[in-house]
């Protein structure tokens, strides 16, 4: 039997992370390593470079998570994939509680500010912050909470055998999030982790002095090489008022066009570092009733 | 005596929407008009035309607030000005009050998520999401509630007579906050608000078709009539895989050379719209103390 494939995952077992993570992977010899916060997740595949870590970098309502961008820049680490995930916030409690016995609520910040329009009809119950959706799921169930929900996904309620007591509470439905798969660079450059006629996205970031056009002539460049731009978000960099990161993410078919394209940017581009290149993701996209199905993305 | 300027503002008197605004007017004689919520507030200013909004609009560790964005795209609003402030979080009680005495914190979700590593010392403290951070610290006020603190402003503290117990405990200082003044584009286009020759910035959205140089064309021409990029910012837009939007502020000297640059694009580009023309803004600047100076801009 091969060994298992250690993931380092953002929060609790059943978190969003574990599900891009199962998704991605499509097998079941996967150990998760749960990691509290990304800080602590890049610590982890720092000291054991054999660990895969999967880490969301943006999401369409509350757009780019620019810490993981900074971290990931800042990193020996490379992105070797992608997945988008549909976020669905489940709210759960013990099997027997009604939403009238729930006084407390506990998850994630981030999971109760997307829920607040659903609690406004509930004012008698309080919402708590917790670490993680996942963990506050757990403990409900380890602990035999009554009178207290959490906020988590539909594999958190069936890992702690918890029940659903509200579906899709989340305020805003057009909620994505898109996950990078991550490992150590070096890995990737003695083991062919991926065929090269596989890739056909990369991630860049690099740096251009705040002069007119400076941007549009890396653009047009790229532009010549048939590159296209799927991706491009601007970072001032603070205390720096004249400099700015790009971060941009390219889609190509011809990786051996894409390579002479990055040869002719690079002159016109301050410390240009790849993040990573890949094959383009697969995603979970909606279907008209509002459920989820696991397709193949061919854009 | 001038009847008084009224001002809409996200949040509570004495958060930090309140301090932007009064920053921003650099006057004495305004009316807050506190709205719960960012859709709450475009709501008033759709009631009332002569309310001025005031809006977050991003932030360098969290990003753009897309959700704003959208809302200001999609209304007949329009941005005058800008102003960006350095956030920093408080930690405030009833007078008499330390922080052992401290059992519950209740601020709203992002401010409690921006300052989990100071309450990793203190795992006997509850973090409680409220609607508001200044709303938390009215509540300990009026109700004098003993053993509850709020994560909330300076300003917060000083108006409802609360003793700040730690300062600064946000955990990344690089935390500032870019500020939109809003108004109805019927006003400006009666009233001139602002002299054409102090018009030095602008914000616009439009799409573009998925084709590779779609993007580099239009930054191309700009950069050939001396317009400045300060900021861009693409959105997938969700159901159209093949259309994307560009948020992208620019900056220059020549208004009536930027009006030609207008006409030079639009032929390029679909449904382009000019979210406001305004001047550069002021920013409170950090100094090497920590603390905040205010000067103005001259970029």
């Given at each position: 039997m091969k060994p298992k494939k250690k993931i380092a995952i953002q929060g609790w077992p059943g978190a969003n992370h574990e599900i891009a993570a199962k998704a991605y992977f499509e097998e079941d010899n996967l150990e998760m390593i749960p990691c509290l916060t990304f800080p602590d997740l890049f610590q982890t595949l720092k000291e054991d470079r054999s660990i895969y870590g999967i880490i969301a970098i943006?999401?369409?309502?509350?757009?780019?998570?620019l810490q993981n961008y900074t971290m990931l820049k800042d990193s020996d680490l490379v992105i070797i994939g992608e997945y988008k995930l549909r976020i669905k916030h489940q709210l759960m409690a013990l099997p027997g509680q009604s939403i009238e016995d729930i006084r407390e609520v506990h998850s994630h910040p981030m999971a109760l500010a997307q829920c607040e329009e659903f609690f406004k009809d509930y004012p008698h119950i309080k919402l708590i912050a917790s670490e993680d959706t996942a963990l506050s799921a757990k403990l409900i169930a380890e602990e035999k909470r009554t009178g207290i929900a959490a906020i988590a996904s539909e594999l958190a309620a069936e890992m702690y055998n918890l029940n659903i007591i509200a579906s899709g509470i989340e305020t805003n439905k057009r909620n994505y999030t898109r996950f990078l798969v991550i490992t150590d660079r070096a890995l990737t450059e003695t083991d062919e982790l991926l065929e090269q006629d596989r890739i056909n996205k990369s991630s860049l970031v690099f740096s251009l002095p705040h002069d007119e056009g400076s941007l549009s002539k890396v653009l047009t460049v790229l532009s010549f090489y048939n590159i296209n731009l799927t991706k491009i978000q601007s970072l001032p960099i603070v205390g720096q008022e004249w400099e700015y990161l790009f971060y941009i993410d390219l889609t190509f078919n011809d990786y051996k066009r894409y390579l002479q394209s990055l040869d002719a940017i690079r002159p016109l581009c301050k410390k240009l570092k790849i993040l990573g290149e890949y094959e383009k993701g697969k995603q979970s996209y909606p279907i008209p009733n509002g459920n989820t199905i696991e397709i193949a993305n061919h854009e």
């Open positions: 943006e999401n369409t309502l509350v757009g780019s998570i």
